[in-house]
């Protein structure tokens, strides 16, 4: 096999992250964009030991899940990667991938529930962040695959609508009015579904923007659910998008959201699930999986702005909320005053450091709950949890790789007793999932 070779290729298989996998003589081929069951005509782009790299061509014998992509740009960007795939087929794809992985590691095949996924997977995510430069024209997208270069649209078909909008308005306004704002760096947009409020974040080398107020005043003509306009400064060259240094623009500089029975307050900088349909599914199965009868303290590592510890207080005596952002849990406290839940106590700390709080200050607890960002749980946070050693450990992650790795690190106090995937993130390989474990030994 040679580089700029064309081979009619079979798909037999996905990778994680959906890339088709073929077989030829010995080597393994991924390409992107096939689907399995599919012959296509592909060009050897790169060749390493065993395996290649191939671009997809033509498709000679399409499968039946295929689809047309609705977006023009779905098979250049880095976004989305399944929009070639029926939606039956990404949950068919997303269901065995975490089956696969659970089935790999424990030999009791632990039950995965039946994929949640969503009625319309269009325009759901409530927060994009989108770059920006400055070539002949102020212009904006996402990253090309790989790289960083930047993909013009004008509709990205997974944010919601009034981002797409706010995106163009103001790449528009600068163009009417003959400026290059060279410093501007990135445009965040968060929209809360359930009130509609929008917050808009100009994230900016310096802090002066360019015709900041003219582009404000225009802003929240044109957009009247636009409640906060907030400058970011942010001087580094790195990949973090926000700066340390928030400017309001507006009187206010936070929105609110509804979810299930609460209200949330939504600063620039804290998390929210991007997903508001599904996090309200994801919540409600990690408040089952809890299995609590009212008598429970709980602890919800890496709780954020206090969302999924809120849900559990419903239901537990007493929760206690650990973040480590300062300003998730200003918010957290502040949401469970407004919503009048006076059994939960939030902390800011590292969640390794706040287990060992507790198991000093020899708090029992029944259950923990941790959602630990994308790289998981260390191994000091692990060792920490099987100390503290409740009945019940729920986790929800968003990397079904770094679970199963920690699931099975947890295996001599825990087992795994249910696993529910549920789509968060339609028309991408990315899957949230719930893990339910329960107390094996002492």
């Keep these: ?53 191939g671009r997809l061509m033509e498709v000679i014998e399409p499968s039946k899940d295929r689809v047309e992509p609705r977006c023009p740009i779905a098979y250049q960007c880095g976004g989305c990667q399944l929009q070639h795939m029926s939606a039956s087929h990404q949950a068919e794809f997303k269901q065995k991938h975490v089956t696969h992985l659970f089935d790999r590691q424990f030999a009791t095949h632990p039950e995965v529930l039946p994929i949640i996924s969503m009625e319309d997977p269009w325009f759901y995510r409530n927060k994009s962040q989108v770059p920006f430069e400055v070539k002949e024209e102020l212009e904006y997208g996402y990253y090309r695959a790989h790289s960083h270069t930047i993909l013009p649209f004008e509709t990205c078909y997974i944010q919601n609508d009034e981002s797409n909008q706010i995106l163009k308005f103001i790449k528009d306004f600068y163009f009417e009015q003959s400026v290059k704002p060279v410093d501007l760096r990135h445009v965040l947009i968060k929209k809360a579904f359930a009130t509609e409020q929008l917050m808009v974040i100009l994230v900016h080398k310096t802090k002066t923007l360019p015709l900041m107020n003219e582009l404000t005043s225009a ?58 349909v599904q996090a309200k599914v994801l919540y409600d199965n990690a408040v089952k999986f809890a299995q609590l009868k009212g008598m429970e303290t709980v602890l919800d590592l890496y709780s954020g702005i206090g969302t999924i510890s809120l849900f559990l207080a419903q239901k537990a005596k007493k929760v206690y909320g650990v973040e480590i952002n300062p300003q998730a849990i200003e918010d957290a406290k502040a949401n469970a005053e407004s919503n009048h839940v006076s059994n939960v106590e939030f902390l800011v700390g590292d969640a390794k450091e706040a287990v060992r709080y507790f198991i000093e200050e020899k708090i ?54 249910l696993i529910q995937p549920v789509d968060m993130f339609a028309q991408t390989y990315h899957v949230e999932t719930v893990v339910l474990m329960s107390r094996t030994k002492k």
């Design 219 to 276: 802003l929240l003509t044109q957009f009247p659910k636009i409640k906060a306009i907030v400058l970011n400064v942010n001087k580094k060259e790195d990949n973090v998008i926000l700066g340390d240094k928030f400017i309001p623009l507006t009187l206010e500089s936070t929105i609110e959201d509804r979810l299930g029975d609460f209200t949330f307050k939504i600063s620039p900088s804290s998390f929210y699930q991007v997903n508001p």
């Design 364 to 417: 029992h607890l029944d259950v923990i709950l941790v959602d630990p960002p994308r790289k998981g749980l260390d191994k000091d946070t692990l060792d920490a949890i099987m100390t503290l050693s409740p009945d019940r450990l729920v986790y929800v992650s968003c990397d079904p790789s770094t679970l199963v790795r920690d699931c099975k690190l947890l295996e001599e106090t825990y087992t795994v007793e």
């Design 1 to 53: 096999m040679q580089k700029n070779e064309r081979l009619i290729l079979t798909a037999v298989d996905y990778s994680e992250q959906g890339v088709a996998v073929c077989k030829y003589e010995g080597f393994v081929v991924f390409v992107k964009g096939m689907l399995v069951g599919e012959v296509a005509d592909v060009l050897i782009m790169r060749v390493n030991t065993r395996q290649a790299f």
